[in-house]
């Protein structure tokens, strides 16, 4: 039996789905997504879009959003060279579930940031704790 005539299980490890939740998952893939959200950008305005991305690291992104199908890569004859990037329509289909993702990553800043301080302070009370219990001992 062919794997493609399988149901998609993101749980089996030899699911392509897998493969694909990474790719998504991937914060410049994600990232790139959401700039292109706007309609079609070239690269160096991507770049500074997206912010901190190398140019080799954002060039590999892109190649393989192209490959999947979530991007297409738009060639000028001109001088110089102009190159645009756009969603296709499967790209596009992304959008609102990576807006929902975003939605809830920025309205939980704070209170995820209150449990990392909260468990790196229990941490080192504990740390503390036990450096405390070797010295009176």
């Known amino acids: ?5 399988l149901p ?4 089996d490890p030899n699911c392509p789905s897998r493969v694909i939740f990474q790719r998504i998952g991937d914060k ?3 990232l790139v997504i959401q700039v292109l959200g706007d309609g079609p950008v070239r690269f160096s305005e991507l770049r500074k879009m997206v912010n901190v991305v190398t140019p080799k ?10 490959r999947d199908g979530l991007i297409t890569r738009t060639v000028y ?3 110089p060279p102009r190159v645009d990037y756009q969603l296709t ?5 992304l959008l609102q579930p990576l807006s929902l ?3 809830w990553a920025e309205s939980h800043v ?7 301080d909260a468990y790196d302070d229990a941490q080192d009370q504990a740390l503390l704790g036990s450096t405390t219990q070797g010295l009176l001992q």
């Open 28 to 30: 410049w893939a994600s």
């Open 1 to 5: 039996m062919d794997t493609k005539d």
């Open 101 to 103: 993702l975003r939605e």
């Open 110 to 116: 704070p209170t995820i940031m209150e449990a990392r």
């Open 77 to 79: 004859a001109q001088v």
């Open 89 to 93: 329509p499967m790209g596009e289909s």
């Open 57 to 66: 690291v954002l060039t590999q992104t892109l190649r393989t959003l192209e």
């Open 8 to 11: 998609a299980n993101i749980l």
